[in-house]
């Protein structure tokens, strides 16, 4: 059982927008630590597209966006593409130089 | 263009050993913070081990600790990870990823190499 709580699944239509929760405690997200977002097509590696809570990489589209509030930490896609069709994970720093994931949301774009 | 390849992954008994390598170009990598991250079949990712720019910090998940052991060769652009005493539960694909680092912390993990797949099986 990851440490991070996300939905198993969430879905959407082209166009539309959604948001993918991020649950931890008060040692982990809540404690003003680093979360982080990545998706990862089929058989390839994670890719980073959030990082502290709310930026952005360069080159990571601004259909992306993250939130935290409390122990919450949320990913949102507006304008939801085919190519958004992914896996997404949530990730947060928990001190002692560690990091946990979260267990994995899987986007399907109707 | 940054790149990250992993190599040394493939078919060990309980018990046994391995040494992962990560061969990395593209950018100063004696700067950087690098890491180690798994990923079980159809499972999240799960954090392993990380090491400093010098080596002087080393920190392990506690699931991995005393069985592995991260090393960095600065001159060589190359990380290391040396699995011992393997179970079947460390089968995993095995990724390096560098650390994000803006005015000295670690803010996530960028980029990620492609993997080397573990499996631990008699």
């Known amino acids: 059982q990851s440490a991070l709580t996300q939905p198993a699944s969430v879905s959407g239509s082209p166009g539309q927008s959604i948001t993918i929760s991020c649950t931890g405690t008060g040692n982990n997200i809540g404690g003003d630590n680093f979360v982080s977002w990545y998706l990862q097509h089929p058989g390839k590696a994670p890719k980073l597209i959030i990082y502290?809570?709310?930026k952005r990489p360069s080159g990571i589209s601004n259909r992306f966006s993250g939130s935290k509030s409390g122990n919450t930490a949320s990913l949102t896609i507006s304008g939801l593409q085919a190519e958004d069709e992914a896996d997404y994970y949530c990730c947060s720093y928990r001190g002692g130089d560690t990091w946990v994931f979260g267990g994995g949301t899987k986007l399907t774009v109707l | 263009e940054v790149q990250l390849v992993e190599s040394g992954g493939g078919l060990v008994k309980p018990g046994g050993s391995l040494r992962l390598s990560c061969a990395v170009s593209g950018f100063i990598f004696s700067s950087y913070t690098m890491n180690w991250v798994r990923q079980a079949p159809g499972k999240g990712p799960e954090w392993v081990s990380s090491i400093s720019s010098s080596g002087d910090d080393i920190y392990y998940a506690d699931s991995v600790k005393g069985r592995f052991t991260i090393s960095r060769d600065n001159t060589d652009n190359s990380l290391y990870l040396l699995m011992n005493s393997l179970r079947a539960d460390d089968t995993a694909v095995y990724y390096c990823?560098?650390?994000?680092?803006?005015?000295?912390?670690?803010?996530?993990?960028?980029?990620w190499g492609q993997g080397t797949l573990v499996t631990v099986s008699s």
């Open positions: 502290d809570a709310n």
């Open positions: 990823a560098r650390g994000m680092t803006i005015f000295g912390e670690v803010l996530g993990f960028d980029p």
